[in-house]
T-cell receptor
Framework: QKEVEQNSGPLSVPEGAIASLNCTYS??????FFWYRQYSGKSPELIMS????GDKEDGRFTAQLNKASQYVSLLIRDSQPSDSATYLC??????????FGKGTRLSVIA | GAVVSQHPSWVICKSGTSVKIECRSL??????MFWYRQFPKQSLMLMAT?????????EQGVEKDKFLINHASLTLSTLTVTSAHPEDSSFYIC????????????FGPGTRLTVL
């Protein structure tokens, strides 16, 4: 069974710091990797996708993928209180449904 | 990114009635749409995968006769909760798979269903 593991948190970081969110996955054939942000009571919002090993940067967000270690991470630089949310890691093989982790709750303290 | 809409955003109904939720991809064609349910403080739970023009594939434990899914066009999928009961009260979220953005999956804003 495909599994995606995340630390549930809460992860608390001070405003302006770097938040580091981690995710491991069990299925080696996974090809696509995503990070979603979900505010309480809202639906998930796609913030990053990554498909090959290495780093991918978009604004304050950097996604890192290491397929050998089956590990995906998300770094948020200059964290803001508005970044406080649950961050969902998701993986997919081909066009099959995404497999989600349970999410890490991030709290950015002003 | 792509935009997915859902209607209604919330609905309150009496037990025993049926509720239809619409999901539309506004600026792209979605051959595949997914329906999720999320209870408070819990993870997203995939209910079914919907492919345009064919029958939906339901996840284990999801009653296909209770949750009717129709994906009649490349931009519209509907979920009908038939004979709703209080235990069906939940946050229902659709998601559309975009081939345009390399298979990225975009979520609608969700529909909060409350069954009295």
């Amino acid at each position: 069974q495909k599994e995606v593991e995340q630390n549930s948190g809460p992860l608390s970081v001070p405003e302006g710091a770097i938040a580091s969110l981690n995710c491991t996955y069990s299925d080696r054939v996974s090809q696509s990797f995503f990070w979603y942000r979900q505010y309480s009571g809202k639906s998930p919002e796609l913030i990053m996708s990554i498909y090959s090993n290495g780093d991918k940067e978009d604004g304050r967000f950097t996604a890192q993928l290491n397929k050998a270690s089956q590990y995906v991470s998300l770094l948020i630089r200059d964290s803001q209180p508005s970044d406080s949310a649950t961050y969902l890691c998701a993986v997919r093989e081909g066009n099959t449904p995404l497999v989600f982790g349970k999410g890490t709750r991030l709290s950015v303290i002003a | 990114g792509a935009v997915v809409s859902q209607h209604p955003s919330w609905v309150i109904c009496k037990s025993g009635t049926s509720v239809k939720i619409e999901c539309r991809s506004l600026d792209f064609q979605a051959t595949t749409m997914f329906w999720y349910r999320q209870f408070p403080k819990q993870s997203l739970m995939l209910m079914a995968t919907s492919n345009e023009g064919s029958k939906a594939t339901y996840e284990q434990g999801v009653e296909k006769d209770k949750f009717l899914i129709n994906h009649a066009s490349l931009t519209l999928s509907t979920l009908t909760v038939t004979s709703a009961h209080p235990e069906d009260s939940s946050f229902y979220i659709c998601s559309a798979l975009s081939g345009r953005w390399v298979g990225e999956q975009f979520f609608g804003p969700g529909t909060r269903l409350t069954v009295l």
